[in-house]
């Protein structure tokens, strides 16, 4: 299933996508896109392969042995897979952030340098800058600015996870990737980071794998179902969040559904 999206400018795409493991097919006939400006959550049931899916859009699939792609993954219209394209300047493009925050054991201005100072060169001056605008863009600055150098550990799960999204925007990233970024956070982080992903999406479109169907049907603005179907992954179903949750019709979809509102 899968709709072109009109008059867009299309920043990321997938087509016919298809993963692997061993003789395993786990994902098959995956086609979508995220357009500039936009957020593009992707559900569905635990093992369908959303996780294996993200992974596959910054090649962070070739770190699993024994891990198979297929099909085509665009990024601004070139192939990901294109012979002269540098995998670390691609993870920097396309960043990720998982369930768990993810930090470094250094101090917090540290860990937000981290990926950017690799990246490029940057005097203490432009050093000090992006520190604070990055800390300022993921409202922390205020919480942390007294304690830059202390151990990033020290801070709340919440924090850490603001943290690594700081981290990650260093490195200017045209698409970013979270799988499931508030499932290990309280109501108050989840709210906070939900703010930001709305704020920031102007700026970086957003690819979201989430289990929590609130927040995918009120932040996302289109969303793609993956379920299991003949016991491999597939785009079951994908379209405007509304549309989508207001008059799902695969089946597999509408028993996700029901159970996820029994839970
Ligand atoms: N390295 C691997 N080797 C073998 N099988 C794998 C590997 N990675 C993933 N799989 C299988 O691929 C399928 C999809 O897994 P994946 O983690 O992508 O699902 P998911 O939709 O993210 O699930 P969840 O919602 O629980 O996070 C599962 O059946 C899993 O066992
Ligand atoms: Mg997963």
């Excluded at 999406?201 to 690819?207: D, E, F, G, L, T």
């Amino acid at each position: 299933m899968f709709e072109n999206i009109p008059c867009k400018n299309i920043v990321l795409e997938t087509l016919n996508l298809e993963v692997q493991v061993r003789e395993r097919t786990i994902l098959q006939n995956i086609s979508l896109q995220v357009a500039s400006g936009e957020i593009l959550g992707i559900i569905g049931p635990s093992g369908a392969g959303k996780s294996t899916l993200l992974r596959c859009f910054n090649r962070l699939s070739e770190l699993t042995p024994g891990l198979r792609v297929r099909g085509e993954v665009r990024l601004m219209g070139s192939s990901i897979y294109a012979p002269e394209l540098d995998v670390n300047v691609l993870r920097a493009r396309v960043g990720m952030l998982f369930q768990e925050p993810v930090v470094f054991p250094v101090d917090i201005r540290e860990n937000v340098l981290f990926g950017a100072r690799r990246l490029r060169k940057l005097s203490k001056g432009e050093q000090d800058e992006l520190v604070e605008s990055k800390l300022r863009e993921v409202a922390l600055w205020e919480e942390v600015r007294d304690r830059l150098k202390q151990p990033a550990a020290k801070l709340s799960v919440g924090q850490q996870q603001r943290l690594c999204l700081a981290r990650t925007l260093a490195v200017r990233p045209e698409v970013l990737l979270m799988d499931e970024p508030t499932s290990a956070l309280d109501p108050r982080s989840t709210s906070a980071i939900e703010e930001l992903l709305l704020e920031m999406k102007s700026r970086h479109s957003i690819v979201l794998v989430t289990h929590n169907l609130r927040q995918a049907r009120q932040i996302s603005d289109r969303v793609a179902v993956v379920c299991l179907r003949n016991g491999v992954g597939q785009i079951v179903e994908q379209g405007e969040s509304a549309a989508v949750f207001n008059a799902p019709s695969a089946p597999e979809f509408r028993d996700y559904l029901g159970q996820a509102s029994g839970m």
